[in-house]
């Protein structure tokens, strides 16, 4: 991963614009999300819950199987054109979004590409081992630590073409 271009890439604006059609639609409160990237913790990657506008504090984090996206790393040099593909990517996803606090929107750089995909937030070390195993995950990912876990599978789905 290349945490630098990620933490260096994803400007106070991004968060602020991203997800604005998916809140709208929901009448949720306003949130700030702009320095979401900046904040301690999120080294790597990102987690970001668009139904309460909060970072996880803890549990652990396991994809959701076959909603995975991928973006060119490059669209991280344009804010705007950013926030629009997450704010679409939310609204072709909200089925999974709305109404569920424990599912965040993460997000990470590798290979050249802005991976997004919706995880959600177990408490418990066994349950997220065994949902990840279940679901074909590669590994989960423990917020207090910051360390993955692995989980022994291949990775799950990527989601189909809008």
Do not use: C
Not at 1 to 26: H, I, V
């Amino acid at each position: 991963m290349r945490k630098g271009r990620l933490l260096a890439g994803m400007g106070s604006g991004l968060f602020a614009r991203a997800g604005k059609r998916f809140r709208r639609a929901r009448k949720p409160v306003p949130v700030a999300l702009g320095d979401l990237l900046r904040q301690p913790g999120a080294r790597q990657g990102f987690s970001w819950s668009p139904t309460t506008g909060t970072r996880p504090t803890d549990g652990y984090m396991v994809a959701t199987t076959g909603r995975t996206a991928q973006f060119p790393e490059h669209i991280l040099d344009d804010p705007d054109a950013a926030a629009e593909a997450i704010d679409d990517y939310l609204m072709r996803n909200r089925d999974v979004f709305e109404n569920d606090p424990n599912m965040h929107l993460g997000g990470w750089v590798e290979d050249g590409k802005l991976w997004v995909e919706p995880s959600h937030n177990i408490a418990s070390r066994d349950e997220a081992v065994e949902l990840a195993r279940n679901t074909d995950q590669i590994a989960i990912y423990d917020v207090r630590t910051g360390d993955y876990i692995q989980t022994g599978g291949a990775g799950g789905f990527l989601e189909a073409d809008p």
